[in-house]
DNA sequence: CCTATTTGACCCTA
DNA sequence: TAGGGTCAAATAGG
């Protein structure tokens, strides 16, 4: 893949961004301190430490379209698992074709990472998550007895997906895995969500309840094995969107992510969860009007009833800002 | 042949 | 300039 960022940018960064850079920094100390505390005695170490990863996360997704985001649980899955560079033998080129005749640089073309908005930190048993992911680097960082192993989503030449994820050894407890993720997957995986008997649904969608068999007169089946729990919301039927009407449905499942928030009494939910509806029958697409009353924070619509369809995404779960919504 | 992994090079940011 | 993230050639394996 050719870079064609044309080399670094002078402009100074917007105070959103340097903010933003500054949470990433208290990110990055509180992750190395969260793993010191590992297997701490004290057992409230665990917990606090718990509470200001939620709260970085928090604002990361307060930030916007800097940090807004979606925070995909862990779960069983395939990823290759191969964050210590197990599995195949070592492969690796001898040299560069050029390298040894002169260096080819390419035309300042940016290879660091454009600032994916960080989504989560987790420290996991298994480096699997479900979702899928091409390891593209592995680098021993410094001072750090484990390697980190880079991946991006799989889709990310075919889709455009920009999820990348970073998994490294915990120092304290090699048994288990540190995983950092940036970027939302922007791609339609089968599994995060298929609907049985459905059409296949829009490239650019991630999670998408489709609507194409409910005209065809069968029951829409969503199968939400591959959704993580923050992403459920218990009491919603999806086969009975047809009967309901978005509005009524966003409004269903305004209520019922409210009733899991009080469930987990306070605890900061910072996930976003992107919610994207897509061939609804022109019937059921609220009107502009209507997008305050579902108050579901809906961030856009379609101009028709035949193109994606509206998409928006469960802000953090905070305590102003409850199901605000971001693009 | 195709796809995934390895790994040194490249290059940006602090 | 060091550290770290990404690229892409080389390679392994299905």
């Known amino acids: 893949m050719t870079s064609h960022n044309g080399g670094r940018s002078s402009e100074p960064p917007p105070p959103q961004a340097a903010l933003y850079d500054d949470l990433v920094g208290v990110r990055e100390r509180a992750v190395m301190l969260q793993t010191v505390l ?41 990823a290759a698992a191969t964050a210590s560079g197990a599995g195949r033998r070592p492969g690796g080129r001898r040299t560069r074709a050029g390298a040894a005749a002169g260096p080819v640089r390419r ?8 600032k994916s908005p960080f989504i989560k930190t987790e420290t996991v048993t298994t480096p699997e998550d479900g979702q899928s992911w091409r390891k593209y680097g592995q680098k021993f960082i410094h001072k750090s007895t484990n390697p980190r192993s880079y991946y991006r989503c799989t889709h990310k030449h075919d889709q455009g997906c920009k999820a990348t994820k970073q998994v490294q050894k915990s120092e304290s407890n090699p048994s288990e895995f540190v995983i950092s993720y940036f970027g939302e997957h922007t791609c339609k995986d089968p599994s995060t969500l298929h609907l049985e008997g459905a059409a296949a649904p829009p490239d650019h969608c991630a999670n998408l309840i489709d609507f194409s068999s409910i005209n065809n007169g069968t029951a829409a089946t969503a199968s939400t094995s591959a959704f993580p729990h923050s992403m459920l919301f218990p009491g919603i039927s999806y086969s009975s969107l047809p009967a309901q009407g978005l509005p009524a449905f966003c409004e269903k499942l305004t209520q019922a992510a409210a009733d899991q928030v ?13 919610l994207t509806v897509g061939s609804a029958p022109a019937e059921y697409w609220p009107a502009p009007g209507e997008v305050d009353a579902v108050d579901a924070g809906i961030s856009s619509f379609p101009s028709s009833p035949s193109s994606l369809g509206f998409t928006g995404s469960f802000g953090s779960f905070g305590d102003d800002d409850l199901f605000g919504f971001d693009s």
């Open 107 to 114: 035309s300042s073309g940016s290879r660091r990472r454009s």
């Open 38 to 78: 590992q297997g701490s005695p004290v057992g409230d170490a665990g917990e606090l430490m718990q509470g200001m990863m939620t709260r970085l996360s928090s604002a990361f997704s307060r930030l916007g379209a800097n940090g807004g985001g979606v925070v995909a649980a862990s779960g069983a899955g395939s």
């Open 262 to 274: 009080a469930a987990e009494e306070g605890q900061r939910m910072a996930a976003t969860v992107p």
